[in-house]
T-cell receptor, first 118, second 114 residues
């Protein structure tokens, strides 16, 4: 159990377009989902914390108007990169924290989405 | 800000124990120490976590120094499938105080020789 999926796994888009990435918890409900970004050979950087039914909390330096997060249900959160530019090319990873499940501390990570902006 | 420091890389032989060190001298009393590992182009996988006492699970052991300023992840018998980047992470209270978030270090790339 505790599987998190992301779609798409890879996407290439042109500069100026928008891209939506989905994160789904397949066999559990998640009130909280996290979005991370990882550049090559670097660590994961938390972008935002998403709680179901409320606005996401963004980390310092992350533009909320550029990275739109929607967490409309207990199993789905989406990240939309608006007006993407080449510097947004990165590996985007989501994680989900289970609701009413032990252990509650554990985050389950998705396989990641590789975004390339040309 | 809380942060962790790890060696960039380590090497081990198959079937031998591996000790992965981590320094976290700025840790606060409520921060948990977590370890995750990541294979190339995959999402991270939880390994183990602790607060003050040493911890054991089926994957590994976690030894935490008495002053909590360092910890060591112990893989008792390394296998080829253990080759990954191992991240030592602090789980801290978010700025809003209503959630906890993971603060990631740069990780140690572990190579396992057959």
């Amino acid at each position: 159990g505790a599987v998190v999926s992301q779609h798409p796994s890879r996407v290439i888009c042109k500069s100026g377009t928008s891209v939506k990435i989905e994160c789904r918890s397949l066999d559990f409900q998640a009130t909280t989902m996290f979005w991370y970004r990882q550049f090559p050979k670097q660590s994961l950087m938390l972008m935002a914390t998403s709680n179901e039914g409320s606005k996401a909390t963004y980390e310092q330096g992350v533009e909320k108007d550029k990275f739109l997060i929607n967490h409309a249900s207990l199993t789905l959160s989406t990240l939309t990169v608006t007006s993407a530019h080449p510097e947004d090319s990165s590996f985007y990873i989501c994680s989900a924290k289970p609701l009413n499940r032990s252990p509650s501390y554990e985050q389950y990570f998705g396989p990641g989405t590789r975004l390339t902006v040309t | 800000d809380a942060k962790t420091t790890q060696p960039n890389s380590m090497e081990s032989n198959e079937e031998e124990p591996v000790h992965l060190p981590c320094n976290h001298s700025t840790i606060s009393g409520t921060d948990y120490i977590h370890w995750y590992r990541q294979l190339p182009s995959q999402g991270p996988e939880y390994v183990i976590h602790g607060l003050t006492s040493n911890v054991n699970n089926r994957m590994a052991s976690l030894a935490i120094a008495e002053d909590r300023k360092s910890s060591t992840l112990i893989l008792h018998r390394a296998t080829l499938r253990d080759a990954a980047v191992y991240y030592c992470i602090l789980r801290v209270l978010s700025n809003a105080g209503n959630n906890r978030k993971l603060i990631w270090g740069l990780g140690t790339s572990l190579a396992v020789n057959p």
